[in-house]
């Protein structure tokens, strides 16, 4: 019940106002660790990749970030975190190539800016991950620049 005419105005101005002005807060718990665990399951399964299943491999990995919400830049740092274990499997390239060429630049560059953050010096294997990024013309140097 609404008691007088002020009330009713005080309260519709913070509905709108929180309607308006309210942020979204993000929540890590939607996402189920389940799928981020199957997710490496299925890269390291795939770690003989080849041409004939790096396209199965793929559509899994899509089909584990629809079915369990996953946020596809944390799939992005997983890919990539495999890949830079194992530099030698060049079909992970076909995987990377599925993500979007800024996430991957911001990706990398979050890497590198937790080292710094952290104090500590970024591992030989993620430049060597950079340099076979940019080798192989899936980066440019002066994108990633910035970043080391």
Excluded: W
């Amino acid at each position: 019940l609404i008691k007088s005419a002020a009330d009713a105005k005080a309260r519709l101005q913070r509905l709108r106002t929180g309607k308006v002005y309210s942020q979204q807060k993000f929540n890590l718990m939607r996402e189920e660790s389940e799928g981020y665990a199957k997710l490496i399951v299925d890269l390291e399964q795939g770690l003989a990749l080849t041409e004939d299943n790096v396209e199965r491999v793929a559509n899994n990995i899509q089909s584990l970030i629809a079915y369990f919400n996953l946020d596809p830049n944390r799939v992005l740092d997983v890919v990539l975190d495999c890949f830079e274990s194992c530099l030698n499997q060049p079909c992970y390239f076909i995987l990377i190539k599925k993500f979007s060429a800024t996430s991957l630049i911001q990706v990398l560059g979050f890497k590198f800016h937790g080292h710094m953050k952290a104090g500590t010096r970024p591992p030989s294997s993620l430049f060597k991950l950079v340099a076979t990024l940019c080798k192989n013309k899936v980066i440019h140097v002066s994108d990633i620049y910035p970043y080391l």
